[in-house]
């Protein structure tokens, strides 16, 4: 044997032999937990598992103080599982265990993000609030972003194969998302906190070779159970049918699970529930392969409204988690304007208030008292600070109450242009807007259909220039009017605004 083997390890005092591209392990089994498998070159860059009939060995087996990842014990705190369930963020855990392990251990969660957009959307921000939670619970969050499977497309959800993304797309979209998780995660984390890091899967898979793949994790997948995972059950039975590829993603997930299981010591995922099957898969591998235990899966629900449909997509499309290509003021109004019936459930789940807090605002609401919309202004506040900072939260109640028709808030063009790729806008020159009717000038911008619908809008007291009702039919644009110089503001009712650029 000392010949065979090229070193001999020490670890907790026990002895690790292992032999050069062999893979074989000769630590005794089984081992709770991740061991330490290297090939020959001393690369951890190939997975190896341990032998169904291993040699027989000479050595102690490990300490029952061994912990899994070696997690550290610490006092007991509030159980994050516990409160995801009081808060309807649970759908379903692949073992009651995770509730003990959550009180007595440090954990390392993951949860992934495919970079198909160069943001993220309202229906990834569960994932992001269930890995606070986390943290808040004193365990470490993972975020992976998917730089390789986002080049296969998860079919979860999916009618349609999603289209194929260039290099170029992926590193921007890439960029893009890391940026939004790490200013979320980390505006809500103590200073020089360490509760948070990013991964992307492309760094390992870059140099899987398919061979090697297939030898070492293809053969511990059986077919009959991929096919009976609900995703692939419903695009099998559609008239699209399912392509190899797409097929495969369950199989390279649940590898990614393996991989921060092994070399990163993550032991639970989360996801949504159509999540579950990929999952799954993960902690399948990782009992199979490595012959661990300790890996668990985690499902939140999907974020629907009431009548059964999405919560995330508004007439102008996705709400996107990015300033840049939704302004906080646009995603404040989307939450201000939750119907009562949602407004609780939406509280519990995406907002860190404190649940007797919603029960008592829940109460409220049904008392005479009750200030219309109060609980939606609690919502839209606490989840645009959560997503877009303080700072995002002022601009937003700046806009809206300075955009509100009939508010006594000054206009500056500052706060108008803030709010311009929100709303529909042209560009008129200076000497076209002076001195010509409002009418005219609702129609000619866009406002407004027709001179008759103007004047017709006008004595139902509906049309407003720069937040002031107009009265007089006879109206015209003078340069006071004109905000800075620079811009002005038309509105017909509260909710539909046009700015008009002068040139």
Sequence with gaps: ????????FTYCNHKLFFFPNTGINLYPTPIKGPSLLLNGNGSNNFLFYRPKNPIP???HSAPKTLETHSQSHVPRRRNVVEILEERGLLESITSDNLRSACSDSNLKVYCGFDPTAESLHLGNLLGIIVLSWFQQCGHKAVALIGGATA?????SGKSLERPELDPDSLEKNTQGITNTITRILGRNTKPNSDSFVIFNNYDWWKDVILLDFLKRVGRYARVGTMMAKESVKKRLESEQGMSYTEFTYQLLQGYDFLYLFQKEGVSVQIGGSDQWGNITAGTELIRKILQAEGAYGLTFPLLLKSDGTKFGKSEDGAIWLSSSMLSPYKFYQYFFSVPDVDVVRFLKILTFSDIEEINELEREMKSPGYVPNTAQHRLAEEVTRFVHGQDGLDEALKATEALRPGAETR?????????AKDVPSCSLAYNEVLNLPLIDLSVSAGLLESKLAARRLLKQGGLYLNNSRVDSEGKKIEAQDIVDGKILLLSAGKKNKLVVRIS
């Design 1 to 8: 044997m000392a010949v065979a083997a090229s070193r001999v």
């Design 411 to 419: 206009l500056d063009w500052q706060t108008i242009e803030g709010i």
């Design 151 to 155: 080049r296969i497309g998860d079919p």
């Design 57 to 59: 060995r000479c050595v």
